[in-house]
């Protein structure tokens, strides 16, 4: 039978390299994967093109990971919030890159990848700064913008319920970005609160199905950054 | 002295233009407070970006579920009915024009429906444009609720934006603390003074031309 568990989060992260691209899912808190992002600043790889709504918040998850030196370029949609101070701070400094994509753009992108769609036209961004040297054309009379698929090496994500063979399901809007990045990365990484036996997710309610997740971990209480960041919390 | 409307009397204006039955997905701001204001015997379905057709109020904050936020990260709840979904969905149902009405909050609007409300375009400004450009291109209809004009008297209807645009020509109508203003293929018209205000008080806060309510 086939099982995708790993042991714990450490090691289902270890492979992660120098200059991968990685994908975490959540939007702004909900849905961020604290325990793989935490065991990936643990395990130290650098240079990393991190894909992500956000660029984290106060100085756990995302934030640290980015604070901690291992990320040189971000790709994202919304990169400032009232909590987000390590990534203004290494923008201004310089120190990091940015590729500001819409959030639609950001997640279709993200899609397209994961089904194999190397490109497609969406007019987000037609008559706009965001849309400078970018292939335009017309359809119907309307003005589209071309935009490439976006792929991964690794995807964090956090879902709900797990079964040994990856099928996932979520929890509200915690969803968000994880199912698409489990398509579009190589390897699709998942920390899950309740991992269950075959089965035992209706296949009528399974959201991710286990043929886009490679590695499952279980995190039975997970850390939620809001709670991280009210504690006052810092890592490591 | 004029009087005008405020926040709250600008947002129920709003609300009335909105059909029964519509999807809704509602700006930061002003234009949130829409949701107090939905008219005797109408039903709007409120969307957020970040996965959510069903919004509904703020939870207590003992009630409070870390999983269930808006697009602005503030702390909701979903109604009977409501559904959860990808941000691949939920963005097919603002880009594939699956949304009616987007209440958007602006810093410039102009007289030919150009908005700007994602930027300054300062050189130390972080940019930052999340589902913004999304919205004013796939949503049926968009409509500004904005003070009409900044804290510092700038007018906020504008001949021409001067601030990076989110999207060119999209806006069909404003709303301002002042009045009720249309885009029109002849510029701005106003359809509605707000009670004590005259049509030469607006003019003088606008920075273009604007014709006078038919």
Redesign the interface.
């Known amino acids: 039978m086939i099982n995708k568990t790993c042991p714990s989060a450490a090691e289902a992260i270890a492979d992660v390299f120098d200059g991968a691209v990685v994908m975490v899912g959540g ?5 961020s994967p604290i325990e793989l992002i935490h065991a990936l600043i643990d395990q130290g790889a650098k240079d990393l093109t991190l894909i992500n709504n956000n660029t984290g918040n106060g100085e756990v998850g995302l934030a640290a990971l980015i604070a901690n030196g291992q990320v040189s370029k971000m790709i994202c ?5 009232s909590q987000s101070r390590v ?2 701070k290494l ?2 400094e310089g120190k990091i890159e ?1 590729e ?9 992108r ?2 397209a990848a994961g089904a194999g769609i190397p490109a497609f036209y ?9 849309a400078e040297g970018k292939e335009l054309r017309d359809f119907n009379g309307r003005s589209y913008v071309m935009e490439p698929w976006l792929k991964a090496d690794f995807a964090l994500v956090k879902c709900e319920v797990a079964d040994p063979l990856g099928n996932l399901t ?11 990045m489990c398509m579009a990365a190589t390897t699709g990484i998942v920390q899950a609160k309740y991992l269950v036996a075959a089965g035992d997710i209706d296949p009528e309610h399974v ?1 991710t199905p286990g043929i886009f997740v490679n590695r499952i971990v279980e995190v039975a209480d997970p850390v ?1 950054e ?2 991280l960041i009210a504690a006052g919390a810092s890592y490591p | 002295m004029s009087t005008g409307w405020t926040r709250e009397q600008m947002a129920a204006r709003a609300a009335l233009d909105i059909p029964d039955g519509s999807y809704v997905n509602l700006g930061i701001g002003i234009p949130e407070l829409v949701t107090q204001f939905v008219p005797e015997g109408r039903e709007f379905i409120y969307h ?5 057709l069903g919004m509904g109020p703020p939870p207590a904050e003992d009630e409070r ?6 697009a602005g ?1 503030k702390y909701v709840t ?1 109604v009977p009915g409501a559904a ?5 969905d ?2 097919s149902m ?2 594939g024009g699956h949304i009616d009405v987007c209440v958007l909050g602006t810093m410039q609007v102009a007289a030919n429906g150009d908005i700007a409300n994602w930027s300054t375009g300062a050189p ?1 400004a ?9 919205l004013v ?2 949503v049926k209809k968009i409509y500004v609720i904005t003070q009409h004009t900044t804290k510092t008297g700038e007018p906020k209807l504008v001949e021409k934006c001067s601030y ?6 999209v806006v069909s109508r404003i709303y301002t603390n002042l009045a009720v203003v249309d885009v029109t293929p002849d510029g701005f018209q106003v359809v509605e003074l707000a009670p004590g205000v005259t049509f030469e008080e607006v003019e003088k806060s606008t920075g273009a031309s604007i014709l006078p309510a038919e």
Do not use: C, W
């Open positions: 939007f702004g808190a909900s849905g949609s919304f990169p400032r919030s990534f203004p923008y201004r940015l500001l994509v819409p959030q639609g753009t950001l997640a279709e993200i899609r969406t007019p987000t961004t037609v008559g706009t700064v965001l979520f929890n509200k809007t915690a969803r968000n970005f994880s199912p698409l959201i939620h809001d709670t | 957020t970006e970040n996965g959510l579920d870390l999983d269930l936020m808006n990260k979903a959860y979904f990808h941000h691949a939920s963005f603002i880009r130390d972080i940019p930052a444009v999340g589902g913004a450009m999304d291109q796939g990076p645009l989110t999207g060119p020509g």
